[in-house]
């Protein structure tokens, strides 16, 4: 079945720096690749998604890339706030018949420090 | 909005209880699964259903059972509770293939 295995675990910046994180998938009939920001205590939320058929997207101050051949795909965050905190899903849904089924990756947990 | 709820957010139980963990959509949406959520370990998959009475196990489907006799109501059962299920149960629906999920606030489960 797909693997996801993401990094770093943990990532401390500093407000107004720059945040990535990097996830890699194993199936290479993946082809739907979300991210999801959880703040503490609360639910996981979509925050961005990309197919495969686009090789990046971008909403404001946060951007994803995709590189299929290399079978990985990155979240980028801008000018980083303190309320962009949380910890940080990726996810590849599984190729073939899944019904949507998606494996996500261990989390990265983020801190902007003011 | 997309609604997903889950019963109870939070739950104490004894070991060997028969534990049933509740999730409703509000979307009529064909897909909905069970996580769980532990620490450094991510959001794994314990089962999905597709549709109305039909299931399938995701990645950790040992204990575990499901139940989906409307399209709106998924539930998962614990047939006989023990202390490595106390986790973070995370309900979510989607709508097709290549469409993310909509999660609940989930319900963090104790088993003493």
């Known amino acids: 079945g797909e693997n996801v295995e993401q990094h770093p675990s943990t990532l401390s910046v500093q407000e107004g720096d720059s945040a990535v994180i990097k996830c890699t998938y194993s199936?290479?009939?993946?082809?739907?690749f979300p991210w999801y920001k959880q703040e503490l205590g609360k639910r996981p939320q979509l925050i961005i998604d990309?197919?495969?058929?686009?090789g990046e997207k971008k909403d404001q101050r946060i951007a994803v890339t995709l590189n299929k051949t290399a079978k990985h795909f990155s979240l980028h965050i801008t000018e980083t706030q303190p309320e962009d905190s949380a910890v940080y899903f990726c996810?590849?849904?599984?190729?073939?018949?899944?019904?949507?089924?998606?494996?996500f990756g261990q989390g990265t947990i983020l801190t902007v420090h003011p | 909005d997309v609604k997903v709820t889950q019963s109870s957010r939070y739950l104490v139980k004894r070991t060997g209880e028969k534990v049933f963990l509740e999730c409703v959509q509000d979307?009529?949406?064909?897909?909905m699964f069970w996580y769980r959520q532990d620490p450094g370990l991510g959001l794994r998959l314990i089962y999905f259903?597709?549709?109305?009475?039909?299931?399938e196990k995701g990645d950790i489907p040992e204990g575990y059972s499901v139940s989906r006799e409307k399209k709106e109501r998924f539930s998962l059962i614990l047939e006989s509770a023990s202390t490595n299920q106390t986790s973070m149960y995370l309900c979510?629906?989607?709508?097709?293939?290549?469409?993310?999920?909509?999660f609940g606030s989930g319900t963090r489960l104790t088993v003493v």
């Open positions: 979307m009529d949406h064909e897909n």
């Open positions: 979510a629906s989607s709508i097709g293939h290549n469409y993310g999920y909509t």
């Open positions: 259903s597709y549709d109305v009475k039909m299931k």
């Open positions: 996810a590849a849904n599984a190729g073939g018949t899944s019904y949507g089924k998606l494996t």
């Open positions: 199936d290479s009939a993946s082809n739907y």
């Open positions: 990309i197919r495969s058929n686009v």
